[in-house]
Nanobody
Framework: VQLQASGGGLVQAGGSLRLSCAAS????????MGWFRQAPGKEREFVAA????????YYTDSVKGRFTISRDNAKNTVYLQMNSLKPEDTAVYYC????????????????WGQGTLVTVSS
């Protein structure tokens, strides 16, 4: 599976962005999908994940209530809607896919996209 993330950019604090991650292949619906981010000088951290059907979602505490992960299996795409953005959300965001939610959350998933930069100005 190849993943292509897009949608990053520069936004003011309080603004919104929607990231997209398009996947190649016919088996997208078999994979748990997730988003990670890595801020300058920091380790990569888990942001959100979504089950194969989309019925279950998971978030790190710092984005709960502000970010929403969703997927469209017909379009082989996973999204991350980011609202009420804060300067501390500035990072490169990566999409990832795998078969187990535990491996997604630990960053041990099999597939990774190239990252898209989100910059939130204060």
């Amino acid at each position: 599976v190849q993943l292509q993330a897009s949608g990053g950019g520069l936004v003011q604090a309080g603004g919104s962005l929607r990231l997209s991650c398009a996947a190649s292949g016919r088996t997208f619906s078999m994979y748990v999908m997730g988003w990670f981010r890595q801020a300058p000088g920091k380790e990569r951290e888990f942001v959100a994940a979504i089950s194969q059907s989309g019925s279950s979602t998971y978030y790190t505490d710092s984005v709960k209530g502000r970010f929403t992960i969703s997927r469209d299996n017909a379009k082989n795409t996973v999204y991350l809607q980011m609202n009420s953005l804060k300067p501390e959300d500035t990072a490169v965001y990566y999409c990832t896919g795998g078969t187990l939610i535990a491996r997604i959350r630990s960053g041990e998933s099999a597939y990774w996209g190239q990252g898209t930069l989100v910059t939130v100005s204060s």
